[in-house]
Each structure stands twice: as C-alpha cells, then as structure tokens.
C-alpha cells in the first residue's frame, strides 16, 4: 500500500485509475493480502485509486486444503495408483495436523513428502504440463529471460546497474525465507471481504498442471 501511495505521488496521472491485482503460484499469498491491503486503505481516504478486481492464476492459497488435493489429481490423471494414494492419505493427514498445530518445522517436513510421492511414482514429468517430460532444473530453458534480466540495459533502467548478484530465475536464498509458517498460512480469509465488496475475483488453474 505504501508503494502505491509513493508510485501515484510520483505519477499523479494516474490518481484515480483503475487497478487490477494479478500473480500466479505463490502470489496466491500476496494477491488476496495485498488487495484486502488496497482495499481498507481506499476506504479510508489513504490511496486514491479504483480497486477493479483480482486474479490468481495456479495460486497456493491455502496449503492446508490445497496438499489433500495432489493424490486425487495425480490419480485422476494416472500418475499414480490407489495404493500410493492411500499413502499420500496418510500423510496428507499428519500434514494437515501439524499445520493444525502450527508445527512449522514438522509440517515442512511432512507436507513436503506428498508431492516427492507424486513425483517418485510418476517419473520424470514436468509439473506444469503433465504430458512433458522436465528438460532442466525448472523444466524448461530459460535462458533468454536469464540473459535479457541480466542485460546493461535492463539493470539500468531497473537502477540496479551496480549490483553485484544476478537476476536468476530461483534463488534458494530467498526460497528458505519463505519455508515454514508463511509458506504453510492460509491467506483463503482475505478474499471474502473482495467479494463481499463485489470485487471480481478470478481464480484458475491449468488442467495438466500439477503444482
């Protein structure tokens, strides 16, 4: 909210203007908090802008029931049988509770082995497109992006030019800071005051995705 506040400070043109909150994957976390954010603080005269709506595209927004949801999606596309599916159950369970329990340590711990299950049963396949094999460490080539981030001219229009670290596609730095309570939370609460508010929200996910 203070970003927006200082961005419409610096560019009044846009006081007033319609905005849209969008992200994919883990901004399944920021989208609702950030536009629940935006939304107290246009009621309360803070930021002078229109809140049109929201979306979140393959969002992790609540891991508590989003984890019980691997086993029935991997079987349903036959990436795994009934027997590991009972497995997963199994843990899907032990998962829940710790996160019931805010065991953060434990349930990163837990949670974690569902999708390794996925994954041992079914192979080598690329998690968001279940009909392709994974080529890389993130399942496709990204080094053009890498490059062009990395680029002089990019890095000087971003006023990062004398950085010393390179952009890159994931950083298990910053990955850690994210394991844990965050990473576990539920941020599910905030979309009913959007919606509550009328505020469009659209949610969607690809069919072959599985994470």
């Known amino acids: 909210v203070v970003f927006l506040q200082e961005f419409v400070r610096l560019f009044p043109e846009l006081e007033g203007r319609t905005l849209f909150i969008t992200g994919e994957s883990f901004a399944g976390h920021y989208v609702p908090a950030i536009s629940a ?9 803070a930021l002078n802008v229109t809140l049109g709506g929201a979306a979140i595209g393959n969002g992790w ?8 949801a691997y086993g029935p999606f991997a079987l349903q596309n036959k990436l ?22 805010s065991s953060w ?13 996925v994954l041992r049963e079914a192979g080598d396949i690329n998690i968001y497109n279940i009909h392709l094999p994974c ?17 002089k001219a990019v890095l ?10 390179k952009w890159s596609t994931c ?16 941020f599910a609460f905030d979309l009913p005051k959007l919606l509550s508010r009328n505020i469009p929200v ?9 994470i």
């Open 37 to 45: 954010g935006v939304l107290d603080a246009i009621s309360s005269g």
């Open 61 to 68: 927004i609540d891991p508590y029931l989003q984890y019980a």
């Open 80 to 101: 795994i049988d009934q027997k590991t599916l009972d497995e997963m159950n199994s843990i899907v369970t032990k998962c829940q509770h710790d996160i019931d329990d």
């Open 105 to 117: 340590t434990f349930a990163s711990a837990t949670c974690s082995q569902i999708m390794d299950t």
């Open 135 to 151: 080529k890389g460490s993130l399942c496709y080539d990204f080094t053009n992006q890498t490059d062009y981030m990395n680029s």
């Open 156 to 165: 000087e229009a971003l006023h990062v030019s004398s950085h010393k670290d």
């Open 171 to 186: 950083n298990d730095v910053v990955n850690v800071m994210f394991k844990g309570e965050d990473r576990l939370s539920s």
């Open 202 to 210: 659209l949610i969607y996910n690809g069919k072959l995705d599985l």
